[in-house]
């Protein structure tokens, strides 16, 4: 009962800066944890970063002070604000909703088509 849409994806260059967003439609009661996860070329789906609808937060330690997740409860919006971006982080970026209520442990219920950041030398 969750729509998801990411978009802000595109080319940056290396150190440089970019703004992810997902906004999302349908049963609000089924997205009270949201994410941003990345799957990178040959490797497999990890966490970037989750938050709950009380604005906690959750990251991937090595990502912790480059990127920041935060949300919009009343446009229905998660963003993810992306900085000092590296070659390794070029993926394709997916929103993700929980029914659960763990920040940190609730499995995704719902997931968006991706957005892929492609970053150069």
């Known amino acids: 009962q969750v729509q998801l849409v990411e978009s802000g994806g595109g080319l940056v260059q290396a150190g440089g800066s970019l703004r992810l967003s997902c906004a999302a439609s349908g049963n609000i009661f089924s997205s009270n944890v949201m994410g941003w996860y990345r799957q990178a070329p040959g490797k497999q789906r990890e966490l970037v970063a989750r938050?709950?609808?009380?604005?906690?937060?959750y990251y991937t330690d090595s990502l912790k002070g480059r990127f920041t997740i935060s949300r919009d409860n009343a446009k229905n919006t998660v963003y993810l604000q992306m900085s000092s971006l590296k070659l390794e982080d070029t993926a394709v970026y997916y929103c993700a909703a929980s029914r659960g209520i763990s920040v940190m442990t609730s499995p995704m219920d719902y997931w968006g088509k991706g957005t892929l950041v492609t970053v150069s030398s």
């Open positions: 938050i709950s609808s009380g604005h906690s937060t």
